[in-house]
């Protein structure tokens, strides 16, 4: 549940943006023509690209290049709201804000475009630039044009400065899409919780060309393929570890125990636990 949300903008365009809520909540971005550096102040999620996942925690931050993403904000222990900032690239502003003399950093691509995101692990120079910004955020009579502007043109000289080869990697080639194929972005999140909806997200497709898409590939209906691929490895888990049940279950890609296992003993004709039990003595 989104507590509050502060937006600054330039162009009509959202550059600055700050965030409070609840977990658990998920974010579904489709970004054409954009990217975005997205800083977890509190907080913890799972992000899922196309072909690759990874985590955010308190004071670590993410990089993305356009494309499309998940990002799903977890919950935890602390009661505390959960705030994030996010920062939004566009070519016209960046056009913008260097006047025409864009930086050849950000225009000669570097690699081969397949990263879409760098994860930035906690770095005090970061979090000194986001402690500025909740300044303004907290005065946002501040916040002029020129200010938006010159807040940006530091963020990304700040990124170039961390010399890291996936930032700049992905600063060289902000706007041009990643073409994914189709069977490693279901190879790549097959055991995470994700709707056909979200799978569907991730490749840029419709639900409905989505779901022929895979009859086509695969022969059967995405879920049923899904479940039989998911079950199969639960028992293989039980099978060769003493894995607690519910963490198979979660492991898996299923997000009830109760329906994982009236599945698994549909499927082995007994119950999670008592399969586990008959392998394991």
Same mark, same amino acid.
């Given at each position: ?7 600054? #903008?330039?162009?009509?365009? #959202? ?9 658990? !909540? ?8 954009? %990217? ?12 899922? %690209? ?9 004071? #670590? ?24 900032? +996010? ?39 970061? $979090? ?5 910004? !909740? ?8 916040? #002029? ?11 990304? +000289? ?41 799978? %569907? ?27 039989? $691929? ?52």
């Amino acid at each position: 549940m989104v507590l509050e949300n502060q937006k600054i #903008t330039l162009l009509e365009k #959202t550059i600055f943006e700050r965030v409070k809520f609840k977990p658990p !909540l998920r974010a579904i971005e489709s970004m054409e023509d954009e %990217a975005c550096l997205i800083y977890s102040m509190q907080g913890r999620s799972e992000l899922y %690209a196309a072909e690759h996942t990874d985590g955010l925690s308190s004071d #670590t931050s993410v990089l993305m290049k356009c494309g499309s993403f998940i990002n799903s904000w977890q919950v935890t222990e602390q009661a505390d709201p959960y705030e994030a900032i +996010a920062i939004h690239f566009y070519p016209d502003v960046i056009q913008l804000i260097f006047e025409d003399q864009i930086p050849e950093y950000l225009q000669k691509p570097v690699g081969d475009g397949s990263r879409v995101f760098q994860k930035i692990e906690k770095n005090e120079i970061l $979090k000194s630039y986001i402690g500025s910004l !909740l300044i303004y955020f907290n005065h946002p009579e501040l916040f #002029t044009p020129d200010t938006v502007a010159l807040k940006l043109k530091e963020l990304i +000289a700040l990124l170039y400065q961390l010399n890291s080869n996936g930032i700049r990697e992905i600063l060289s080639d902000l706007f041009n899409p990643y073409q994914v194929g189709f069977k490693s972005v279901i190879k790549e999140h097959i055991f995470h919780q994700l709707t056909l909806e979200e799978y %569907a997200t991730l490749l840029n497709m419709s639900v409905s060309s989505f779901k022929r898409k895979f009859k086509e590939l695969y022969g059967i209906a995405p879920g049923q393929y899904m479940q039989t $691929k998911r079950l199969e490895r639960a028992a293989q888990l039980l099978s060769t570890s003493s894995a607690r049940v519910t963490e198979v279950c979660f492991d898996c890609g299923f997000g009830d125990i109760s329906n994982f296992s009236k599945a698994f003993a549909r499927k082995y004709g007994l119950p999670p636990s008592a399969y586990q039990n008959q392998h394991l003595t």
